[in-house]
């Protein structure tokens, strides 16, 4: 069974920094694209990152410079580094294994 | 303009079909892409449910019901999904989805209410 559990996000004030990771069991982040998608309160998804088995990496342009995903190989685990976050980065964040594969999301709430 | 357009609300009654759009933009020829097509009740993560670039090349996923299926009107430049024998469970948000230029591009939505 695949499982991906995503790190518990919090409240962080605007200009913080935040590292979520997201561990996988049953399914090898390495060999597979991964995706982080946010849903604001309310909002549909919307894709932030995504991470290609070739290392390749590219960002939704709202959050390119201050968001950097990783992936530590030997951990199975996905990481979303977040800089300089933002009140418009509150949401429900997910990590996605290929199309299918969505973890619970964890809320990270931006604000003073 | 959004490069993915969902009706916002939708209503149909149990046992009835359900035929839901996703239009995209002018300049983004529904006939090039593979649509994908989730559903997503609340407090949980979206659910993927098919994928759909024409009829010898589509995808369900796995364990979800034959009665959900896809196609594309081309001449409205949309991609559809079709629920057939609307189910009470059915009631969810129900989101498209395109891969374009390394990034996804979600719709806006349709909430589905069966009554």
């Known amino acids: 069974e695949v499982q991906l559990v995503e790190s518990a996000g919090g409240l962080i004030q605007p200009g913080g920094s935040l590292r979520l990771s997201c561990a996988a069991s049953g399914f090898t982040v390495s060999s597979n694209y991964m995706t982080w998608v946010r849903q604001a309160p309310g909002k549909g998804p919307e894709w932030v990152s995504v991470i290609y088995s070739s290392g390749n990496t590219h960002y939704a342009d709202s959050v390119k410079g201050r968001f950097t995903i990783s992936r530590d190989n030997s951990k199975n685990t996905l990481y979303l580094q977040m800089n300089s976050l933002r009140d418009e980065d509150t949401a429900v964040y997910y990590c996605v294994g290929g199309l299918n594969y969505w973890g619970q999301g964890t809320l990270v709430t931006v604000s003073s | 303009q959004a490069v993915l357009t969902q009706p916002a609300s939708l209503s149909a009654s149990p046992g009835a079909s359900a035929s839901l759009t996703c239009t995209l933009r002018s300049g983004f020829n529904v006939g090039t892409f593979n649509i994908y097509w989730y559903q997503q009740k609340p407090g949980s993560p979206p659910q993927y449910l098919l994928t759909?670039?024409?009829?010898?090349?589509?995808?369900?996923g796995s364990g979800v019901p034959s009665r959900f299926s896809g196609s594309k009107d081309a001449s409205a430049n949309a991609g559809i999904l079709l629920i057939s024998g609307l189910q009470s469970e059915d009631e969810a948000d129900y989101y498209c989805?395109?891969?374009?230029?390394?990034?996804?591009?979600f719709g806006g939505g349709t909430k589905l209410t069966v009554l």
């Open positions: 759909y670039k024409s009829d010898s090349d589509k995808q369900q």
């Open positions: 989805m395109i891969w374009h230029n390394n990034a996804w591009v």
